[in-house]
């Protein structure tokens, strides 16, 4: 992969905080990473985007169902999803508006969820958490650009 200097890898998108978004979150990753000329790291990106995006909607404790009635719409809570290129690595972040850092688990073979993170953990080169100012954290998780 070869980075051109003077363009701007960063693609940053703004979702509704319900379980739509992360179907729509990976798509936008699969878009931005061909784009960018970086087909190689589609399939593990897309996952990496589909853990952190869904535990960020769960986290705002937003709408939960794909067609929410009138009255739940003054709840609107976001997420926002950012891909970004910086020096050998494509990072990943993801802002919820909860405080709470994130918990990585390590779930039971009979577990039904807590594995996104795990994956995270496993799957990317490194990833980690912080408080932006204001409210929230934003996650985030980095691939070598040269992974295959």
């Not at 593990?44 to 985007?49: D, P």
């Not at 709408?63 to 709840?75: A, V």
Request: net charge positive; charged share 25%.
């Amino acid at each position: 992969m070869n980075v051109v200097p003077g363009f701007a890898y960063v693609r940053t998108v703004r979702y509704v905080a319900m379980p739509t978004a992360v179907g729509c979150a990976r798509r936008e990753a699969v878009q931005c990473l061909r784009d960018w000329g970086m087909a190689h790291l589609i399939e593990t990106t897309e996952l990496l985007v589909s853990e952190l995006v869904t535990n960020a909607v769960n986290a705002t404790g937003g709408i939960t169902t794909r067609t929410p009635r009138y009255t739940e719409l003054r709840r609107l809570r976001s997420v926002v999803l950012q891909l970004r290129v910086e020096d050998d690595a494509l990072r990943v972040s993801v802002w919820d508006s909860d405080p709470g850092p994130p918990m990585l688990r390590r779930p039971g073979p009979d577990a039904e969820g807590g594995r996104g993170l795990y994956l995270v953990d496993m799957i990317s080169r490194r990833w980690g958490h912080y408080r932006p100012a204001g409210t929230g954290k934003v996650v985030w998780c980095e691939l070598a650009l040269d992974a295959a």
